[in-house]
């Protein structure tokens, strides 16, 4: 078993209260729950920060959002640092890294410690761990610095690094979705779909059996599409053109696609590469946005295709989508009405049982009972 990550824990980041730390298992699938305001796209955007912080990009992240106060629960006043920790598991061995971050004049987020422990898993025996406090330059993560020889940082870099939060909800037609990309910056599917044309392109050429399933679960929401038209141009640009199944030699242009055509072409892109593309973590905010009902279902079992070779994170507000996953697969998201922090709880299909004999998970949503609701 590959090396993954199996817990976080968060205190002090946006809607995540410093004195009630948030606690979330992870598998294959994980389903985030919740409504509006609840603080799902705040764990996406830890997700997020993550990514920064492992590219050496930390303090652009800051700058794009403006001030710390954005990032601290209720500002200064009410929050002095921010806390994450991981936990990672193979079948040998477990991982962990802590990092803590704090305000610093003027408005400005800085790393002030970052410590990863790892041990092996001894049969019948305690395990032994053993901790290493990284010195950062407090700007950026000391795990982002190529110089590091220890081999659990490299790992945890690495899963950090490839770990992907993807957002496709800009379908208009300037958005990057439709754009023509250089067929240079193919490897990888980048966060916003920038290079969907050229990535597309690629695969059709390396991994032909992903690209064509691609092709059809497209044709299966979208039926009279055959396929992609995907030729560079002379200064090696790809367009997303595409051909329909009637018999015409018209070529269309990726402003003919509707928006919840395009976005499902970005989605069944992602979550149907090939194994050895795939990120070892997808993260997808409400990707059920624009879709047909009957989309719902198909994306589901992309989303299930996908786990088989990496772990898969969404969060959501769709009853069709839920109904497509187990209990234990959905973790309900909800804003503490008293306190106004994030909690996340992790559904016990046992505690359901009874219920789920005459109710499926969307109505149970629908009636309170799981939670998650306004």
């Known amino acids: 078993m590959a090396t993954q990550l199996r817990k976080v824990k968060i205190s002090g980041y946006k809607s995540i209260s410093p004195k009630n730390l948030l606690e979330i298992e992870l598998d294959n699938i994980n389903i985030f729950l919740g409504a509006n305001g609840s603080g ?23 700058e794009k959002a403006g001030t710390s106060q954005v990032f601290l629960h209720y500002g200064t006043k009410h929050t002095d640092k921010i ?10 061995a477990t991982d962990s890294y802590s990092f803590q971050l704090t305000s610093a004049a003027p408005d400005r987020l800085i790393i002030t410690s ?24 407090f700007k950026e993560s000391a795990l982002s610095n190529k110089e590091n020889d220890n081999d659990t940082i490299r790992i945890i870099h690495k899963i950090l690094t490839n770990c992907k939060v993807y957002q496709f909800h800009d379908s208009s037609p300037e958005s990057s979705l439709r ?39 497209i044709h299966l929401i979208l039926p009279q599409f055959k396929d992609f038209y995907l030729e560079p141009n002379r200064q090696k640009y790809v367009s997303l053109n595409w051909v329909d199944i009637f018999p ?49 279902g198909q994306l589901a079992e992309m989303i299930k295709e996908a786990a088989k070779h990496t772990q898969v994170i969404v969060a959501t507000q769709s009853p069709g989508l839920v109904d497509e996953f187990e209990p234990n697969q959905i973790t309900i ?20 049982k009874d219920w789920l004999e005459s109710y499926s998970l969307s109505e149970l949503w629908d009636k309170n009972v799981i939670g998650g609701r306004p």
């Open 114 to 137: 970052e410590d990863i422990e790892w041990g092996y898993k001894k049969p019948k025996q305690k395990q032994k761990t053993q901790k290493l406090s990284l010195l950062s330059n």
């Open 333 to 352: 998201i909800e804003s503490d009405k008293e306190n106004g922090y994030s909690t996340a709880r992790k559904l016990n299909e046992e505690e359901l």
């Open 248 to 296: 015409n030699d018209y070529i269309f242009l990726p402003e003919q696609f509707s928006d919840g055509a395009i976005r499902f072409i970005a989605l069944a892109t992602l979550l149907l590469q090939p194994e050895e593309t795939i990120p070892n973590v997808i993260i997808v905010d409400e990707p059920e946005l624009g879709l047909h009902p009957f989309a719902i």
């Open 40 to 62: 799902k796209s705040n764990i996406i955007s830890f997700f997020k920060m993550l990514n920064f912080m492992m590219s050496g990009s930390f303090q652009l992240f800051v």
């Open 179 to 217: 754009q023509s990309s250089p067929i240079g910056v193919a490897y990888y599917l980048q966060s916003e779909g920038n290079n969907l044309a050229s990535f597309l392109y690629y695969l059709k050429a390396q991994y032909p059996a992903n690209y064509n399933k691609i092709v059809s679960y």
């Open 83 to 92: 806390v994450g920790q991981l936990f990672f598991e193979d079948s040998k």
